[in-house]
C-alpha cells in the first residue's frame, strides 16, 4: 500500500498513519518530497483493507500495490496452465472448441447437435441441464434427465462434457457426469459454491460475472485454486454498459489482459456475449484472433424451436461456416484448430 | 410484443411474422400506415423470446409490451405493501432505521453497539455472521456463534434482528436467530436460494446487484412473492459505473422509479453504497428526502478497530446527529423518524 | 507516481526505470521490501505519462499520486468560493434556485414562466436561446431573438439570466445579454470553447459530461480557471448507466466528493438527470439534503406544448410545492431557502 | 411510437392518448386485447417527443418504432457507400490501414514514421496538429506548422492524410492541408463543428464518442450527411465501461451491429481503444476478423521520446508484424490487405 499524504500534511499526522501502518503489519518506508510525503508499505497483511488508512486526517489518497489474487497469478506461476480434459488439451496451441445446445430438451435434439458439432471440428459438447432463469416463469432445464441424455451423447461421439452447477447441493450429481463444471456469470461471486468446487478434481470453467471486473474475476478464481483444484479455465461472456444494441458487450481486450496477468487459459462465449445468431460469428473471429484459448458456442439442431435461448444458437450449418473461417485465423498468430478425421473425410458422409 | 416491419418488407414476410406469432399463442392486430406495417401482439405466452420474431425477414424491431414481473408489480397490487416485524411497520408513514455492525465480533461490540443504536432511534438491529468477501483470503465471519450473539443483544433491547443468508444450506440455522433474512447483492441472482426463501415466512429484504438493472431487481423478488412469501424489502445499495471516486453510484432515483412500478418497499444501505464513512450521512439524508420507506446503515461502537469494514461504519455519535437529520427532512414528504421513549426521556441515563 | 516493480524484476530493470523517472524530472525514492521494490517519484513534471514507465520491463504497476487539477483543488485553496451574481450570492448558506424554461419560445411564456418561477422564490432565471439537440431534425433554439426574450423578463422580474453558449464563436452576442454562461455536457471537453470562456469575466456554469469522470470535470474547469476567471459553478447532471429506465443516473454521491476535492459550488440539474417531470421533485429534494449549493430546474407554463422537454418541465404549480418542501429540508444542513418579499406577503396577490 | 396502456386504464384515458397522437400528426391504429389496449402511431412528425405521451394517465410505456436517423440508415440506402480518397478505395474489399504519429513533433519524426508505415503497407498517413487534451497543462499540438509538416511527408510518400479538427474556426485551415477531416470523440456532439464540415466535400471521419450509443453516433453523422457530404467514415475507439485494466473497452461488437443498421464505412482505432500499446494488435487483428472497413493506428519511429501518447503508440517493426498477421486473417472474411510494391519487393532495401 502506498500512501500519498496531502500537501500541508502535518508530521503529526504522518506519524499517525506510520504507526497505523506498523499495526497492521507492514515495512513501512518513508519518503519525504519537496511538496509532499509519501509513505509506502510493504510486505505484512496481504488483506489489510486501505479505506482505514484514507481516513485519517493529513491522507489524501491510498493505493493498494500488490494483485489481492496470488495463485492466479503470472507472479506465482509464470507458464501458462496446461491440462488434459479427456484426451483434449486445454491452453496449448490448439483454440479449442465447446460446442452444443444451450439446454438439453430431447434425446433426439442432444444427439443430432452433438453429431453436427462433431462433425464440424467440436472437440467440447456443452449443454445446459440446469438453467438459471431471470424470471421464474421461463423453462428452468430437465435437471438429472438432461444430464443422462447429455452424457450419452457425448459418449456416443467420444466428446468430453461440460455442463452447468448452479449450486453447491447440485455437486454431487453433477459431478457423476460431467467433465468440466461450469460456472454461470451470476453465480461468479456466490463463495459457497466456489469453496465446494475447490473440494472437486474435475476442471472448473468460471463465467466472468456482467458486472465483474478483471480483478474480481480472478480472486473469485482463487476460491477454487485455494481448494487444491488448479485446473480452472476463465470465460469472458460479455459485461454490462450503456449500449443496448447488444445484450452485453463482448469485452475482447480482456483476452490480452488476462493473459498476461493469469496464467489461467482463457475462453470466450460469444453466444451469451451478443445475444443474437447473428453476431456470433464475427465475435468468435475476433476473439480466436485476440488470442482466445477457447471458445464456447451455442448450436443447435433447430434452433427456431429451441426452449432456451434459440435466438443465439446457431443453425448447424453457419457453425461449420465458422469454423471454417477460424481455421485461417488460426494461424495468424502461430495457433491451429484441428480437423476431426471423420471431417476430413467429407462432411456429407 | 409489438413487431415492427422495415419499410420495404414484403407482404409474405409480414405474413410469416403474424404465423410466428400466432403459433408462439398470441392475439394478433396488424396495422399498416403508409411506410409501414406494426404488428402488436397482445395475450399470450408471458414468456416467448422476443428474440426469436427479431430474427425474422424483414423485421425492424421488436418490442416487448408487458412488464416480466407480476407479484411485484402495482398492476397486480395498487396499494403499498405494509407489514409488521415484530412491533415495527415497514412501508408505513414512519422510515424504518436499521443499524449496527457489518460483522458480528464479539459479545462486548454486539451489546455496545446495539445500545448505541437503539438509543439514537433505530428500530431494526442489523449485523452480519455470514459474510460474503471477494478474498478467500478476508474475515468471513463467526458463524452460528455470531447469529447467537446478534439475537441476545436484539433480545437485550428489544430490536428484531436482520442478517444475511448466504447459500440455501443456510436457511435453516439463520431463520432460527433472525426475525428478517437479507439477500446480499452477489446473491440477488441465486434462483436456488431466492426459490427456497419464498418457503420461509419471514420477511426477506433484498439486496439489488451492483449491476441489476431494476426490472431484474424485480424479477428477483417474483422469486420469492411466487413461493407464496408476500413479505419482500427491496434495498438499494449502489450500482456499478465507470466512476471509482466512489465504491459504487448510489442509485437514488431507482426510489422513485421503484415505487411507482411495485407495491413493496424500498429502503436504501449508504453505507455499501458509498463505502466510505463521511459520505453515509449525506447519502442517507438524500435516500429520505427521495422517499426511501428506511436505511440501512453500519453504525460500530470502534470502526477503526472493526474486522471488516471500519471504514464504512459510523461512530456512534455521527448515528445520532444523522438521525436528528433525518427527523427534520421526513416531515418534508409527510413521514416520520420515531423517537423512542428512552431516548426522549434523556439519552445520558 | 509510484512504480511498483514485479517481485522477480531485476537490480538492472529497476534501475532502468530509476533512470527513466530522474529523466522525466522527478525526485526519486527507492523503497526495498521483503518481496518487492516500490518507487516513489516525486516532484518533477506534472503531467508526465505514468504510462511510459508502465510499459518497461518489470514494471507491475504505476500509481498517479497528485492530483492533475490544480486551481481547482483544496489543496489549493482551502475556503469555498463564494461570488455575487448581481446581488445573489453563490456558494454561500443560501440554497440558491435557477428555473426557467428549456427553451425560449415566445416573449408571452418567457415572461409567464418567470414571473411564476420568480413568486415561488428562484433567484436566477435559467432558459436556452441556442439548443444541442442529438438530432439535427429537432427543434434548434431561437437564437439572439430568444436571448432578447429572455433578458426582457429577467430584467422585469429583477433575476439574473443564465443561458447557454454552445460554441466560442457565439460568446460575443450571449455575453451581452447573460448574467451566467452555461457549458452544457457535451460540450464540457470542448477545449476552444472553454478557453475562451476562461478569457471573459461573466461566471460559468459548467454541466458534467454524462460520461466524465470527476477528474476529468475538474480539469475542465481548470481550462477556464486557468484563463484568470476564477467564477465557477460545477452542475451535476446525471451520468450514463446500464440502468434505461431513467434516461440518466443522477450522482448524487458526486455532491459530497466534489465539496471535499474542489471550493468551487456545486450545483445540480434534476430535470436532465431524470428526463421526467414525476422524478424531479424526489431528485431535487435529496441534491439539498445531499448538500448542493443550488438546483437548476426547467419549468414551462405550459409544458404539454413546450417545443423542448416539455416531458421533464415542471408545472409551476409543482414547482412552488417543491419549493416549499426544499424550505424545510434545507436547514437539516444548516442552510436556508430564502422567500422573496413578494412572496412572503402571499401568493395570491 | 407504440402506447401501450396499463391494464386498468379507463376508456377515457385512451381516448386522451388518441387524441394527443392525432395533434402530433400520427395516424393512429388501436388494438385492444384481453388485458390491455396498444395503440400504434405510424406516420407522422418523425421527431415527436414520445415522453410526453408517457406522462398522460393510465399509460404504461411507449415505445418509438422508427429509427431516428434516416440518410445514415439501410432503409435509406440498401448498398454499402465506397468512395475514392485519392486513389485510396474506401469501404471497398480491401481493408484500408492508416497510420501514423499521435502528433507531428518535428520534420525528421514525421518523415520517418510516414516513411515506415509506407513500407509496411498502411495506405493513409494519420497526425494530428490540433490536440485536445483533458489538462490545459499538456502538450496542445504545433498547429498550422504541424499540418505543413504532415503534408510534406504524405506528399513525399504517395498517402493521403487524415487530421483533426477541433472546432469550427479550424476548418478553413486545416481543409488546405488534409484530405480527411477527423471528428475526436470529444467532439462527436459538436453540432456547431458537424454542421460546418456537412458544407465542405472532403471525407470526415468521425470516431464514436466514449460514452455515445451506437444512434447518438448515427444521428451526429446525420448532421453531416444533412449538409450534402456523403462522405463518411464511422471510428469506433472504445467505450467507457467499468473496467478499468484497459483506459477503454474497445467495443468490437460496435462493428457488425453498425454494418447493418448502416451503409457508411466502419473503422477502428485500437490505438486509443486500448491506450497500451502491447495490447493494440490483438485488438486490430479482432477488428479485422470481425469485419472491419478500415484501422487507425498510431506508430512513431520512436515511441518512448513521443510528446503524446508514446505510451499507445506502436514501434514500426511491431506495426509491420501486424500488417503480416492481418494479412492472413483478412480473407478469411473475404477481403484482402493490399501489399505496397515496394513492400512486394523485400523489406530489407
Known sequence: MVVVMEERATEEQIERVVAQLVTMGYDVHRSTGATRTVIG????????????????EGVQEVVRITEPFKLASRTFK?????FLCGDVRIGGDE????????????????????????????????????????????????????????????????????????????????????????????????FTLLRELGKTRKPILLKRGISATIEEWLLSS??????????????????????????????????PVVKKLSHLPVFVDPSHGTGRR?????MARAAVAAGADGLLIEVHCDPDHALSDGAQSMFPSQFERLMAELRIIAPAIGRSICVEPVARRGWGR
Open 41 to 56: 508499505a510493504v510486505g505484512g497483511a496481504r488483506m489489510g483493507d486501505p479505506r482505514l488508512v484514507e481516513l485519517l
Open 78 to 82: 509464470q507458464d501458462d496452465t496446461v
Open 95 to 190: 483454440v479449442i472448441v465447446m460446442a452444443g445446445p444451450c439446454s438439453a430438451e430431447s434425446e433426439q435434439q442432444v444427439q443430432a447437435t452433438a453429431a453436427a458439432v462433431k462433425r464440424a471440428g467440436a472437440k467440447v459438447l456443452r449443454g445446459g441441464a440446469f438453467k438459471p432463469r431471470s424470471s421464474p416463469y421461463s423453462f428452468q432445464g430437465l435437471g438429472e434427465e438432461g444430464l443422462r441424455l447429455l452424457r450419452a451423447a457425448a459418449d456416443q461421439h467420444g466428446l468430453p462434457l461440460v455442463t452447468e452447477v448452479m449450486d453447491a447441493s447440485q455437486i454431487e450429481v453433477v459431478v457423476q457426469y460431467a467433465d468440466v463444471l461450469q460456472v454461470g456469470a451470476r453465480n461468479m461471486q456466490n
Open 222 to 255: 482463487e476460491y477454487v485454486l485455494a481448494g487444491g483444484n488448479m485446473h480452472v479455465i476463465l470465460c469472458e461472456r460479455g459485461i454490462r454498459t450503456f449500449e443496448s444494441y447488444t445484450r452485453n458487450t463482448l469485452d475482447i481486450s480482456a483476452i
Open 278 to 282: 447473428d453476431k456470433v460469428a464475427p
